[in-house]
């Protein structure tokens, strides 16, 4: 079956860098996807990889390795606001968005 | 650009009744438009694909007699939440993308339906 794992949830201290791990099993592979989502809002759009390496777009960068079907999300002087859950998504061969759970980041001052 | 405006934000309705939900493509034309469920500290459940022109495309498990879609134009698609039940209260949020290639889907701000 297809699967996303990450985890729950994580926290880290404000002005520190935190990698929110995601790791995925999908039929096929077309591109991973970052989301943020703040509490009782709608989901945002952080970054995309399909090829592997580094994608880097400001405090925020993803990386992937398709042969280890993982990703992770890298953040960077982190900001109280910050705070929110954190989705990781595959896309797979039907271009169908596999989720994950989402990690829950928590920033303390 | 790629804005996806959806309405209302909140609604509180009584058990029995319908509402209605609009996801509109502001800038661009989305042919195809996702409708998600999300409970509360739980990951986005996928309802149905919305197809402009055509039947929407139902998962397992999910209504399509309860929850009634249409995707009239390019830019709208509506979810009809009928005869509602306290259990349907929840997150409801629409998407759409410009395509299959890199582009993210954008997320409309979602519904919070409250059935009373």
């Known amino acids: 079956g297809q699967n996303i794992d990450q985890p729950t949830e994580m926290t880290a201290t404000e002005g520190a860098i935190v990698q929110i791990n995601c790791t995925y099993q999908?039929?096929?592979?077309?591109?991973l996807f970052w989301y943020q989502q703040h509490a009782g809002e709608a989901p945002t759009f952080l970054s995309y990889n399909v090829l592997d390496g580094l994608e880097e777009k400001g405090r925020f960068s993803s990386f992937l390795s398709r042969s280890k079907g993982y990703s992770y999300l890298l953040l960077k002087e982190l900001q109280m606001k910050d705070s929110a859950s954190y989705l990781c998504?595959?896309?797979?061969?039907?271009?169908?968005?596999?989720w994950g759970a989402g990690t829950k980041l928590i920033i303390k001052p | 650009g790629a804005v996806v405006s959806q309405h209302p934000s909140r609604v509180i309705c009584k058990s029995g009744t319908s509402v209605k939900i609009e996801c509109r493509s502001l800038d661009f034309q989305a042919t195809t438009m996702f409708w998600y469920r999300q409970f509360p500290k739980k990951s986005l459940m996928l309802m149905a694909t919305?197809?402009?022109?055509?039947?929407?495309?139902?998962e397992q498990g999910v209504e399509k007699d309860k929850f009634l879609i249409n995707h009239a134009s390019l830019t709208l698609s509506t979810l009809t939440v009928t005869s509602a039940h306290p259990e349907d209260s929840s997150f409801y949020i629409c998407?759409?993308?410009?395509?299959?290639?890199?582009?993210?889907?954008?997320f409309g701000n979602g519904t919070r339906l409250t059935v009373t």
């Open positions: 998504a595959a896309r797979d061969s039907n271009y169908q968005l596999i």
């Open positions: 998407s759409a993308g410009t395509g299959t290639g890199a582009s993210p889907l954008h």
């Open positions: 919305s197809n402009e022109g055509s039947k929407a495309t139902y």
């Open positions: 999908t039929s096929g592979f077309n591109g």
